[in-house]
Nanobody, 119 residues
Framework: QVQLVESGGGLVQSGGSLRLSCTAS????????MEWYRQSPGKQRELVAS????????NYAEFAQGRFTISRDNSKNAVDLQLNSLTPEDTAVYYC????????????WGQGTQVTVSS
């Protein structure tokens, strides 16, 4: 079954860190562009970061610049998102997503992992 499974969410105090992981059950992981999104209550889902197939190309939302780091390990079919200097505004469900093409919406979504930052 083709799926993405996230882990690593939880409750952390403001200023703290978390590392989110996403494992893909696919046979062609290395050809996929991988992305992390997040959605807070009452808000639209927004792109947090994306990473190209080889891991060299990375893009971040403005709010993630300098605080979050996306990485991937093609040998493990995994993509991670390191979250540092967290604030309560980062509280959201974080989703892993995979894209076959660099443009257009994701083709596959994970179930999401909750990140809660207390003040």
């Amino acid at each position: 079954q083709v799926q993405l499974v996230e882990s690593g969410g939880g409750l952390v105090q403001s200023g703290g860190s978390l590392r989110l992981s996403c494992t893909a059950s696919v046979t062609n992981f290395r050809v996929l562009r991988m992305e992390w999104y997040r959605q807070s209550p009452g808000k639209q889902r927004e792109l947090v970061a994306s990473i190209g197939q080889t891991g060299r190309r990375k893009n971040y939302a403005e709010f993630a610049q300098g605080r979050f780091t996306i990485s991937r390990d093609n040998s493990k079919n995994a993509v991670d998102l390191q979250l540092n200097s967290l604030t309560p505004e980062d509280t959201a469900v974080y989703y892993c997503a995979a894209k076959i093409r660099d443009i257009g919406p994701p083709n596959l979504w994970g179930q999401g992992t909750q990140v809660t930052v207390s003040s």
